[in-house]
């Protein structure tokens, strides 16, 4: 019994020590037997899972899931199951960790699941990057958190940068922080990991997690010096623009456009374009036309 507590207590510290951001998560090992496999530690930046043996076995297979049942499986022959880092999995539903010894009964799982109240989590968390560098993310405070609850946002760009915490806070009428304001983002390839965690006087609040591909994000601002010159006889009009700005496209051809040429209110003619002109001619068309972007 002392030996599975102490287990537990080493577990929570390598936990509390590997997560990219401390997330307040508890594990629950399932079988209290003695077993071969101990001194379990998972490196959530690297998602290495490592553990001792008291034998050597030739193979070990480790499984990682979540609550949603996406598992991934991986087979060794040394005490050390790599995951792939892109599997960007959040903590907040609960991550499942098998390890196991084929063609034995010896296994040993575990489970991860956030500490505190249920249902005093933030809900419908959401982000949009506007103005190119500018960010707002919302949230709701959770429907059986306690009045005190205040909330708290910290983030990571990549997998590599150092976390922050919102400096600036979104608050409620109650002073609740309800969401956070981002200046000088930058859209890098890796997704964004984000967790708000709580605080209240005479409760555990749970926290919430999440993984956002920046670029998904992004409401972007309409094109540059638009020109439109319609000569108003027989060629037409022109219309030459300039991609938006955006802090992460290097390649201008990712942008697709739509243009719509409207008369009134009736919608003459409508383009959407897959790929790059920042120009067109249109033959044809009355004068005294308005534009869409
Ligand atoms: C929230 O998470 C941050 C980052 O891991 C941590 O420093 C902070 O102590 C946590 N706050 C609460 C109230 O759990
Ligand atoms: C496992 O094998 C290694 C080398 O193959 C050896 O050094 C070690 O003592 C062995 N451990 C056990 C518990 O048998
Ligand atoms: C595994 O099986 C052996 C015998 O087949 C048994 O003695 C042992 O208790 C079992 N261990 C577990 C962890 O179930
Ligand atoms: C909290 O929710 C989880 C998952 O829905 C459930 O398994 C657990 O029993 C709940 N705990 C309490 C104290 O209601
Ligand atoms: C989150 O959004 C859903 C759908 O809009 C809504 O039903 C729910 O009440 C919201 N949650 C909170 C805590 O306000
Ligand atoms: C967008 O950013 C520019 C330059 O940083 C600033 O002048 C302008 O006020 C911003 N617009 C909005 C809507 O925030
Ligand atoms: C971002 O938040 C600020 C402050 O709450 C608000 O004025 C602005 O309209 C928000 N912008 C977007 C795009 O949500
Ligand atoms: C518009 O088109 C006419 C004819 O091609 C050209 O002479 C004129 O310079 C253009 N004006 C602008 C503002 O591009």
Known sequence: ????????????????????????????????????????????????????????????????????????????????????VELYLPLHKGVFLTIEVPNTN?????????????????????????????????????????????????????????????????????????????QNVRIETEKAYFLVNGSSKDSLIQFYDEYIELYKIEILTPPLNVIVNCTGDSAGCIIIWQAPLTSHVENIKCFQYEISIQNKVKTIYWFVFETIPTCMHIYNVQTSVAFVY
């Open 106 to 182: 010896i296994s040993k799982t575990f489970t991860f699941i956030p500490r505190g109240i249920n249902g005093s989590a933030i809900e419908n968390f959401s982000c949009v990057i506007y103005n190119i560098s500018l960010m707002n993310c919302t949230w709701q405070a959770g429907k059986d958190a306690p009045g005190d609850t205040q909330y708290f946002l910290y983030w990571k760009n990549s997998r590599y940068d150092d976390e922050m915490e919102c400096e600036l806070y979104i608050k409620d009428e109650n002073g609740r922080n309800a969401g956070c304001r981002f």
């Open 1 to 84: 019994m002392f030996d599975t507590l102490g287990l537990i207590c080493v577990m929570w510290w390598y936990m509390m020590l590997f997560h990219p951001l401390h997330a307040d998560i508890q594990y629950i090992e399932s079988e209290a037997q003695e077993s071969p496999i101990a001194n379990v530690k998972m490196n959530w930046k690297n998602m290495e899972l490592t553990w001792d043996s008291s034998k050597n076995f030739s193979k070990y297979k480790c499984t990682i899931m979540d609550r949603d049942i996406e598992s991934i499986q991986t087979e060794v022959d040394s005490p050390l199951c790599r995951f792939p």
